[in-house]
């Protein structure tokens, strides 16, 4: 089974703290994901990775950056957190485009909620 | 653009009762896939099923069925039999078209519907 962890269930920052919210998957993935879910909105893409140092902007990348120095692990940062992060995080990852028949599929870790006061 | 819609924000039924969460998309790729997701409670979100576009044929695995309809731009769930532990959001999602290797699966979500099953 595919396995992506979140470092922590739940987090509480203050306002202009630099966060870091790490993910790691256990199944070799090519590419890994960082999501933000808030009512009404669905999930949006923040950052992805298609390989390690590698990185692309999503949807919504102001505020966030990212890192990856290992293939297992991907790193969202918030450099100077405001109140308007406060949301659900998650990491997804998914093997490769060349992985078969469900090599794009997205296999998600249980989320991070982050509450910036 | 690519964009995806759930008009339902929240349904709620009864233990037993069939249930169908409507999903709606719009891209302009002739290649592309749809993927329902559930999100219980805890909040992770578990895959249920990857649908590509040249497929058309209705899937069903146990109490969930998923109907694919390109005319319209659908892919609809439906549960049947639904029970207590089905109570969660769902989420459809649609990933861009694999144009040169260069989008990496990338998803769009609709917003997610509700779904409450009372016993």
């Known amino acids: 089974d595919v396995k992506v962890t979140q470092s922590s269930r739940y987090l509480v920052k203050r306002t202009g703290e630099k966060v870091f919210l790490e993910c790691v998957q256990d199944?070799?993935?090519?590419?890994m994901f960082w999501y933000r879910q808030d009512p009404g909105l669905g999930l949006r893409l923040i950052y992805f990775?298609?390989?390690?140092?590698?990185?692309e902007k999503g949807d919504i990348p102001e505020g966030y950056s990212v890192s990856r120095e290992k293939k297992e692990r991907f790193s969202l940062i918030l450099e100077s957190a405001s109140t308007n992060q406060t949301s659900m995080y998650l990491c997804?990852?998914?093997?490769?485009?060349?992985?078969?028949?469900?090599?794009?599929?997205?296999?998600f870790g249980p989320g991070t909620r982050l509450t910036v006061l | 653009a690519q964009k995806v819609t759930q008009a339902q924000t929240e349904i709620s039924v009864v233990e037993k009762e069939d249930v169908t969460l409507d999903c709606v998309y719009e891209?302009?790729?002739?290649?592309?896939?749809l993927f329902w997701y559930k999100q219980p409670p805890s909040g992770e979100l578990v895959f249920l099923i990857r649908?590509?576009?040249?497929?058309?044929q209705n899937e069903i695995s146990g109490r969930y069925s998923w109907n694919f309809q390109k005319s319209t731009s659908s892919f609809n769930f439906t549960i049947t039999a639904s029970q207590v532990v089905d109570s969660a959001v769902y989420f459809c999602?649609?990933?861009?078209?694999?144009?040169?290797?260069?989008?990496?699966?990338?998803?769009?979500f609709g917003q997610g519907t509700i779904l409450t099953v009372h016993p």
């Open positions: 999602a649609l990933s861009e078209e694999f144009a040169g290797g260069t989008s990496y699966g990338k998803l769009t």
């Open positions: 891209t302009r790729d002739t290649t592309y896939y």
């Open positions: 997804a990852s998914s093997l490769s485009l060349a992985g078969g028949p469900l090599g794009d599929t997205q296999y």
């Open positions: 199944m070799d993935h090519e590419n």
């Open positions: 990775s298609y390989d390690v140092k590698m990185k």
């Open positions: 649908r590509n576009s040249f497929d058309e």
